[in-house]
T-cell receptor, first 111, second 114 residues
Framework: TQLLEQSPQFLSIQEGENLTVYCNSSSVFSSLQWYRQEPGEGPVLLVTVVTGGEVKKLKRLTFQFGDARKDSSLHITAAQPGDTGLYLCAGAGGSARQLTFGSGTQLTVLP | DSGVTQTPKHLITATGQRVTLRCSPRSGDLSVYWYQQSLDQGLQFLIQYYNGEERAKGNILERFSAQQFPDLHSELNLSSLELGDSALYFC?????????????FGPGTRLTVT
């Protein structure tokens, strides 16, 4: 069974701080997607990374795909309360042949 | 707005009952996926349809079934409901059938079984 482990599970920080969340697997994926989900709503796709070592920036969010395509990180600079939500990574193109979601990181940014 | 619509938004029913959840994919998308999200299980893949045909099956119970119609909308049928079936049910859609295609999620249906 392919597993994606995310850490930390919970993160509470003050507005303006930087943070990094991690997504790790023992399996290789051809691409990895990051989603953000707010309470009672569906996950919203933020970015897809497809090349080992790839770095993508989305305003204050920086996503990196590991060289071996087994792990990924999401770094947020100068976090804002609007960044609060559940961040989910999902691996595609693995042996499961279905999108495999991690357990998520619940981020709370306090004003 | 992802372009994926789901109805109803909320559903409250009793144990042993049967319900149907409905999903309309984004315009042009041929694949529909169903997921269950509960507090202790996270987001669990249930089943995928591509252009009317079942494409992949995940952790879907035998009491649950789904179908995709010629107009590409999909329905998820849940029967003999149990308290543990209470969860958020999401539909997602994508252009293609492979899991590498980006998926766009609907707003979900919150099912409460009492």
């Amino acid at each position: 069974t392919q597993l994606l482990e995310q850490s930390p599970q919970f993160l509470s920080i003050q507005e303006g701080e930087n943070l990094t969340v991690y997504c790790n697997s023992s399996s290789v994926f051809s691409s990895l997607q990051w989603y953000r989900q707010e309470p009672g709503e569906g996950p919203v796709l933020l970015v897809t990374v497809v090349t080992g070592g790839e770095v993508k920036k989305l305003k204050r969010l920086t996503f990196q795909f590991g060289d071996a395509r087994k792990d990924s990180s999401l770094h947020i600079t100068a976090a804002q309360p609007g960044d609060t939500g559940l961040y989910l990574c999902a691996g595609a193109g693995g042996s499961a042949r279905q999108l495999t979601f991690g357990s998520g990181t619940q981020l709370t940014v306090l004003p | 707005d992802s372009g994926v619509t789901q109805t109803p938004k909320h559903l409250i029913t009793a144990t042993g009952q049967r319900v149907t959840l409905r999903c309309s994919p984004r315009s042009g998308d041929l694949s529909v996926y169903w997921y269950q999200q509960s507090l202790d299980q996270g987001l669990q893949f249930l089943i995928q349809y591509y252009n009317g045909e079942e494409r992949a099956k995940g952790n879907i119970l035998e009491r649950f079934s789904a179908q995709q119609f010629p107009d590409l909308h999909s329905e998820l049928n849940l029967s003999s409901l149990e308290l543990g079936d209470s969860a958020l049910y999401f539909c997602a859609s994508s252009v293609g059938g492979a899991d590498t295609y980006e998926q766009y999620f609907g707003p979900g249906t919150r099912l409460t079984v009492t």
